[in-house]
């Protein structure tokens, strides 16, 4: 055996372990780290990763409110006077059935919206699908927490 047919042996070994590692995670720990990656992408600015996690029908119902669809979501993302420095997350729990999940939780968010300073804590409810073996926020609202 050729010294590339054997390195070729080996990638393939790997590639083939780590698709079991992502395909053992449960279903929570699938949700928790597209959590992740929704908060990372509004951190972030990150259009793309944005996009990727949200449903094409996906709707938000902000704690002030407002109602917000993807193309709100894409167009606050770019806007200049909002930037979100962190948000941590607590009291989250995951509830799944089949293709559907419910995530409740508490965050306490500090940034910047609309050109003003915020810190805020609102519980939330997030509403995941699962299409095409990726989870896809599909909806999402928001309250106040007035004591913390």
């Known amino acids: 055996m050729t010294v590339k047919l ?13 698709n079991l590692e ?24 990150n259009e793309p990763l944005l996009k990727s996690i949200l449903a094409d029908n996906f709707i938000l119902t902000t704690a002030s409110g407002k109602v917000l669809t993807k193309k709100d979501m894409m167009l606050n993302l770019t806007k200049e006077g909002t930037k979100y420095d962190k948000f941590e997350s607590s009291d989250v729990r995951i509830s799944v059935s089949n293709d559907a999940a419910i995530e409740t939780g508490k965050v306490h968010t500090v ?4 050109g003003k300073k915020i810190t805020e ?28």
């Open 6 to 18: 054997k390195l070729l042996g080996i990638m393939l070994v790997l590639l083939h372990s780590l």
């Open 22 to 45: 992502a395909q053992d995670l449960t279903a929570e720990q699938q949700i928790q780290e597209a959590s992740k990656v929704y908060e990372q992408a509004l951190t972030q600015k």
């Open 111 to 114: 940034g910047i919206r609309d």
């Open 121 to 148: 804590t609102t519980r939330y409810t997030d509403f995941w699908v699962k299409v095409q073996g990726k989870w896809l926020l599909l909806a999402e609202h928001s309250s106040f927490i007035n004591n913390p």
